[in-house]
């Protein structure tokens, strides 16, 4: 994958091997960004774990999720003892707990993959810093 060199304090994002090529924060994207995101999501094929702890006599009604990418793991819950009802995601190294603006799990999914990259393009700025 190349990378394109910028100004400093500019993020260069990889595009895929397709492109060849990156783009500047600043450079204009397309109108769908989000929704390619989205798409890009569901078709890498992220395959979502239920992972939820059952207790032996109650009703099995999943409420946790897990994804693995790579060596992370990402998790989404709506049945946290301490945030009950609400949804929370979890992924190491990069934050334990955050609550996520969702209704359903799979704006949930959406919206915990939305932070990690987040969490993932602030590390790569960070490092292309570093290299200049």
């Not at 009802?85 to 704006?107: H, L, M, N, Y």
Request: include cysteine.
């Amino acid at each position: 994958m190349k990378h394109a060199r910028g100004k400093p304090g500019h993020f260069m994002e990889p595009m895929g091997e397709s492109h060849g090529q990156a783009y500047p924060s600043t450079a204009r994207r397309p109108r769908d960004h989000g929704r390619a995101f989205e798409s890009r999501i569901q078709e890498a094929g992220m395959k979502w774990k239920d992972t939820t702890s059952y207790s032996q006599g109650k009703e099995r009604t999943p409420t946790t999720w897990t994804a693995r990418f790579g060596v992370f793991s990402l998790t989404v819950t709506c049945g946290h003892i301490y945030y009950p009802g609400q949804w929370i995601a979890r992924c190491d190294p990069f934050f334990d707990i955050r609550e996520v603006s969702a209704k359903t799990k799979e704006e949930a999914m959406l919206a915990a993959v939305r932070i990690v990259r987040g969490y993932l393009m602030t590390s790569i700025s960070d490092l292309n810093e570093m290299q200049e």
